[in-house]
C-alpha cells in the first residue's frame, strides 16, 4: 500500500513538472493560469487532467479541437511515480527520502526541459542548490572531503552537520569546476563551444546533494552515457542520410565528397549535456552502492 501511494504522489507531482518543463523556459507563471490547450485555449477538465490516464483515455488528443498531445505529459508523470517508488524502496520512510524526492523532481525537470529546448534554467538550478545546501545538513553526505581537508589544516573537527554542509560545498565546486575545465579545454582544442554554461551551473546544483565523489561520478556516467549514445546517433543519422541533399549541395561546389560530407555534417549534430548528467546523477543516487561494491575508491 506504501508503494502505491507513493507512485501515486509520485504520478501527481509528475502533473506539476509537465507544467514546469512546458512554463519556466517561457518565463511563465507556474501557478496560473490552469492548464489549458495551446492551440484552442479551452481549459482542461478535471476529469481530462488525470496524469497518465487523461492521456490515455484522451487518446492523446485534446477534447475540444483534437491537437495532439505529446507523449511526454504521461511518460514524465509515470517516470516521476516510479522515481519516487525507488526512493522510498531504496531509503524507506525518512528524511533522506525526502531529500532524493526533491532531487529526483529537480532532475526530471533539468533533464527534459534541456532535451526539449536546450535550456537548463536557473529558476531551478539555483534554488535547488539552495535545497540541496539545506538538506546537506539533515542528511549526511559522508564524502568524507570536508574531514580531510579540515583535518589537513589542522582545524577542530566540527559538528557532523557542519561537515555535511561543506562536503556540499565542496561538491558544488569541484563539479562545476571540473565541468567549466572541461569546457574550456574543449573550446581551446576544438575553437567552438562544446556546451552551455547552464550544464556548469547544474553540476553546482547536483555537487550540494551529491558531494565530491557523486559528482565526479554523474560527470564520469553522464558523458559515458552521452558518447555512447552520440556516436551510435550520428552512425544513424549518417546510415538514414540525414541532410544527404545539403551534402550534394555542397558537392557540386567542390567542398568534397558526398559520403564525406553527410559524415561530417552528422558529427556536428549536438546532444543536450544536461540530459546526462541528470540520468548520471539518478544512477548515482540508486545504484551508488553497486558503484562503491565494483570501485570502492571511488564510490565510497
Known amino acids: 500500500m506504501v508503494i502505491g501511494l507513493f507512485f501515486l504522489f509520485g504520478i501527481v507531482i509528475g502533473s506539476f513538472l509537465n507544467v514546469c518543463i512546458s512554463r519556466i523556459p517561457e518565463g511563465l507563471s507556474i501557478v496560473a493560469p490552469a492548464s489549458r490547450c495551446p492551440q484552442c485555449k479551452k481549459p482542461i477538465k478535471p476529469y481530462d487532467n488525470v496524469p497518465v490516464f487523461g492521456w490515455i483515455w484522451l487518446g492523446g488528443k485534446c477534447r475540444n479541437c483534437k491537437l495532439p498531445i505529446s507523449v511526454m505529459y504521461p511518460l514524465v508523470e509515470l517516470t516521476t511515480g516510479l522515481l519516487f517508488v525507488a526512493c522510498y524502496l531504496s ?8 531529500k532524493w524526492v526533491v532531487f529526483c523532481c529537480l ?3 533539468l533533464t527534459i526541459t534541456d532535451l526539449r529546448v536546450r535550456i537548463l534554467p536557473d529558476a531551478v538550478n539555483w534554488p535547488g542548490a539552495v535545497t540541496g545546501l539545506i ?4 542528511v549526511p553526505i559522508h564524502d568524507e572531503a570536508a574531514l580531510w581537508l579540515t583535518s589537513k589544516a589542522d ?10 554542509v561543506l562536503d556540499s560545498l565542496l561538491g558544488a565546486a569541484f563539479g562545476s569546476l571540473l565541468l567549466w575545465g572541461a569546457a574550456a579545454l574543449y ?3 576544438r575553437g567552438r563551444d562544446g556546451m552551455g554554461f547552464g550544464d556548469v551551473k547544474m553540476m553546482v546544483m547536483v555537487g550540494t546533494f551529491l558531494g565530491v565523489r557523486g559528482s ?3 560527470i564520469l556516467l553522464g558523458t559515458l552515457f552521452g558518447s555512447i549514445l552520440g556516436v551510435g546517433l550520428i552512425a544513424v543519422l549518417y546510415l538514414m542520410g540525414w541532410n544527404k541533399k545539403v551534402a550534394m549541395r555542397a558537392n557540386r561546389i567542390g567542398l568534397g565528397s558526398v559520403n564525406s560530407l553527410r559524415w561530417t555534417i552528422a558529427s556536428k549534430y549536438q546532444l543536450p549535456l544536461g540530459t546526462f548528467l541528470g540520468i548520471g546523477a539518478l544512477a548515482v543516487v540508486f545504484f551508488g552502492p553497486v558503484i562503491a561494491s565494483h570501485w570502492p575508491g571511488v564510490g565510497n
Open 91 to 98: 531509503f524507506d520512510l525518512s528524511i533522506a527520502t525526502v
Open 107 to 109: 532532475i526530471v525537470v
Open 135 to 138: 538538506f546537506a545538513w539533515f
Open 155 to 164: 582545524l577542530v573537527v566540527p559538528s557532523a552537520g557542519f561537515l555535511s
Open 187 to 189: 573550446k581551446a582544442v
Open 216 to 218: 565526479f561520478l554523474t
